[in-house]
Nanobody, 123 residues
Framework: QVQLVQSGGGLVQAGSSLRLACAASGRTFDMGWFRQVPGKEREFVGA????????RYAESVKGRFTISRDNGKNTVYLQMNSLKPEDTANYYCAAGSTGRRMISGTLSDYDFWGRGTQVTVSS
């Protein structure tokens, strides 16, 4: 069982930047980020392939958020720029245990999850 340990998050003003990190205890394939606000379903934010060469992003964050990974550290990062109040959510790191031909944005395709970290963007 792979453990995902998240760090980062907090309270920032609109327009600011924030970086989240997620360290995996073992080998993973695609790694990504989802977010959730109370009363709503968890939604896909973005993900990166194991090689770090392929990416997928939700339309709502394209051009503002960037995902990267360091396989030497088993860590994936989410750099969030130009944050908006609507980005406020609990952010979850996710990782797959098998390789996929295309990066998935579906919750059930990810096998390991972090505990979540709150990001709050004030207006």
């Amino acid at each position: 069982q792979v453990q995902l340990v998240q760090s980062g998050g907090g309270l920032v003003q609109a327009g600011s930047s924030l970086r989240l990190a997620c360290a995996a205890s073992g080998r993973t394939f695609d790694m990504g980020w989802f977010r959730q606000v109370p009363g709503k379903e968890r939604e896909f934010v973005g993900a990166v392939s194991r090689s770090g060469g392929s990416f997928r992003y939700a339309e709502s964050v394209k051009g503002r958020f960037t995902i990267s990974r360091d396989n030497g550290k088993n860590t994936v990062y989410l750099q969030m720029n130009s944050l908006k109040p609507e980005d406020t959510a609990n952010y979850y790191c996710a990782a797959g245990s098998t390789g996929r031909r295309m990066i998935s944005g579906t919750l059930s395709d990810y096998d390991f999850w972090g505990r979540g970290t709150q990001v709050t963007v004030s207006s």
